[in-house]
């Protein structure tokens, strides 16, 4: 049976959350451990999208089987969009330039690309 398309980005971006959910309380630990300053937590943050764009982007290759490198990419630009929105909701404003966002939607797409073409 061939999944559709909201199955594979939905599963994808489950897992990405979950895996966020787990990094995020590992940076919050080596935060409260080693006394970080905000340089470290921010290349942490960064980390984070990475990695988990990475893994929602091998877990969307896997599932559609064809064309992985762009389920890769619509799995990391999707991630980059529900993370916008729910910052936006909770902030009621988005407070970063548009550099940093231009920055996090690459990091986002392109591992999430990485992970389609590994999977």
Do not use: N, P
């Not at 729910?86 to 690459?106: G, N, V, W």
Request: glycine fraction near 10%; charge should be positive; proline fraction near 0%.
């Amino acid at each position: 049976m061939e999944k559709s398309a909201i199955q594979i980005l939905l599963r994808s971006s489950l897992f990405s959350y979950a895996a966020t959910a787990v990094f995020l309380l590992l940076l919050a630990f080596g935060m409260y451990r080693f006394q970080w300053g905000e340089k470290e937590i921010t290349l942490g943050v960064r980390g984070i999208y990475i990695l988990a764009c990475f893994l929602a982007g091998l877990v969307a290759g896997k599932k559609a089987k064809r064309r992985r490198f762009l389920w890769g990419f619509c799995a990391g630009a999707l991630y980059f969009l529900i993370f916008l929105a729910l910052s936006f909701a909770i902030r009621q404003s988005l407070k970063e330039t548009a550099s940093s966002l231009l920055l996090s939607f690459a990091l986002c797409a392109g591992s999430g690309t990485i992970g389609g073409m590994f999977s």
